[in-house]
């Protein structure tokens, strides 16, 4: 049995760079992972079935839509074998309030024994959002930001609980991106 890990961090956080950086670390040592984009699953879905155009449209659909997306990408991610990264989220901010990223139905398929939030201070997430041109950025404050990343601290405890697996925090700081790196790499190695 592999080992599945759940990598959450509200949008602009740097998730990805980070696991890419602890991947290929972890490659170079014999440790293989298959990283696995969870909101891609949905978004090959929706856009399949010309719901939507690019994955920033996917939290905008109607909730049981977002829903039905989401059990879908669970049951396909639960079937994959081997050491697995998700990459993916606690909640998600919608116009109608935060929308679940791993419900109790998710958490049943994927079935992690690891979960890590990256983190950094809502100022640097304001600026990292404002600098990246390749995703439509919801138009957000650094304390509305900041709000979100305690309610994924919530999430993370009532998850962790709830299925037994271990909850990490990765901080991944203006400058310090091999730092974030390094202790990614600890968690999965
Ligand atoms: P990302 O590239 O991680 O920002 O994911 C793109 C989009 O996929 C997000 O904005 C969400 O709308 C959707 N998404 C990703 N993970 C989940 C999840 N676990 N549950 C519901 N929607 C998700
Ligand atoms: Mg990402």
Known sequence: MG????????????????????LKKLEEEGITYQSINFGSFMFDVASHEGKVKDR????????NVQKELQRM?????AAIAGN???????????????LPGLPEWVLTELKPDMLI?????????????????TRIRDMEGGKSIGEHQQFNRMIA?????????MVKFVKNQDFLLDQAIQDMTESLR
């Open 3 to 22: 080992r599945r890990t759940i990598i959450t961090g509200v949008p602009g956080v740097g998730k990805t760079t980070v696991i890419d950086g602890a």
């Open 56 to 63: 920033d449209q996917i939290r905008k659909l109607d909730r």
């Open 73 to 77: 990408a669970a049951k396909a991610i």
């Open 84 to 98: 697995v990264i998700i990459d993916t989220h606690c909640s998600i901010r919608t116009t109608k309030g935060f």
């Open 117 to 133: 939030l990256v983190e950094t201070d809502e100022d640097q997430i304001l600026q990292r959002r404002l600098k990246d041109p």
């Open 157 to 165: 405890g009532a998850i962790a609980t709830q299925t037994g697996c």
